[in-house]
């Protein structure tokens, strides 16, 4: 489940997405703007990703050999969300000695725009590819009239930390001369890629990112497993649901550790260094952040820390929670309502 998806849609999704789409922000507090989208009834998970989450037996174990883990980040069954004409080419950029494969994404009729998102996909750093978040990124781009790099960063352990990182920098350097507006994005471990990538443009003069569009990142690696930021009782769940919550929670610590691994993959690294952790990073560097998640994944917790101390430096924070919803929920695009309300606010933040 570590990578949920499924081919079916939810029940009610047209009146679910605009129960969802007419619900204001909730309040503000420390520069931070939240949308807290709880979903109908309250703290119980959405049931598509119950049948997932509902099948993790008890005291879960989880594979550490590479092969099975890259299984589980392998997606299926997404929808396409667009409703106009889109160009989708691959291309290959050079740059910085580097050469990466980007698959280029925007509407028909804005293919000059001067508005870039470069974005990383997720897979704990040693899976995944950018076709995985294609059809949500189809729709971010309609949906922000923007031009959307989706980057085929390197993967851990075979190119380990920082070489995906190096791929992003590159991306970005080539970039500055056709883009007025850069905005970095990723989810789950793509994020944190894109944070480290937004650290180095600062300090090295590349560029300003003018934005930062995360989906449920990891924002520190080596964390206290029996600290707050992995304390899941914090979380509200009905009673009937929380021994579930539980072994999802205890499923993604032994990942936690495990991508970790991977990514360093045996480098005497100190793992506090902001690049790797962006929760440890200076968070003024991080202007016009949003932050999506779900309800229930057990990277939330960080999130939530993470934006909080960007919102205190820089007044200009935004925080979506999803109700119901747990981690990797971009791969129920077209599936899951809530995953399109996001993917629509995020593109209006951009």
């Known amino acids: ?26 309040y503000v507090e420390d520069g931070v703007t939240k949308w807290i989208k709880d979903r109908e009834p309250l703290h119980t998970f959405e049931p598509l990703v119950w049948e997932t ?10 594979p550490s050999d590479l092969f099975s883990l890259r299984q ?37 009729d804005h293919l000059t725009a001067d508005k870039a998102l470069i974005y990383f996909h997720g897979g704990a750093y040693y899976g995944g590819t950018p076709e995985d978040v294609l059809l949500a990124l189809k729709y971010v781009a309609e949906q922000a009239n923007c031009v959307v790099y989706n980057v085929d960063y390197a993967l851990a352990p075979e190119q380990p930390y920082p070489a995906g990182i190096l791929d992003g920098l590159a ?24 944070l480290a990538v937004s ?40 009673s009937e649901q929380r021994h579930a919550l539980h072994r999802s929670y205890q499923l993604f610590e032994q990942l936690d550790t495990i991508m970790s691994g991977y990514y360093v993959a045996d480098q005497p690294l100190d793992l506090t260094a902001p690049l790797l952790s962006p929760l440890l990073a200076n968070p003024q560097m991080f202007k016009h952040t949003t932050l999506l998640v779900g309800e229930y994944d057990p990277f939330r917790l960080q999130g939530e820390a993470f934006i909080q101390q960007v919102g205190r430096a820089n007044e ?10 747990s981690h990797a929920f971009l791969n129920f695009t077209g599936n899951v309502p809530a995953v399109q309300d996001a993917l629509r606010s995020a593109a209006k933040l951009i």
């Not at 180095?200 to 964390?223: D, E, K, R, W």
Request: contains cysteine.
């Open 72 to 108: 589980g980040t392998e997606t299926s069954g997404q929808k396409d969300l667009t409703t106009v004409d889109m160009k989708v080419e691959m291309q290959q950029i050079v740059a910085m000695n580097r050469r990466v494969r980007v698959i280029r994404i925007a509407r028909m």
């Open 1 to 26: 489940m570590l990578n949920d998806t499924t081919t079916k849609q939810s029940l009610g999704y047209a009146d679910e997405l605009r129960r969802l789409k007419s619900m204001t922000a909730t």
């Open 199 to 238: 650290q180095l443009c600062h300090s090295m003069g590349i560029c300003t990112i003018a934005s930062h569009m995360l989906f449920y990142p990891t924002v520190i690696q080596g964390s206290d497993l029996d600290g707050e930021l992995w304390d899941d009782s914090r979380i509200d769940i009905v």
């Open 53 to 62: 989450v509902a099948s993790i037996e008890e005291n879960p174990h989880l």
């Open 171 to 194: 991306v970005v350097a080539a970039m500055t001369k056709d883009y007025h507006h850069i905005s970095l994005g990723g989810d789950s471990a793509g994020g944190s890629i894109a």
């Open 316 to 325: 200009d924070a935004n925080y979506f929670c999803y109700g119901g919803i």
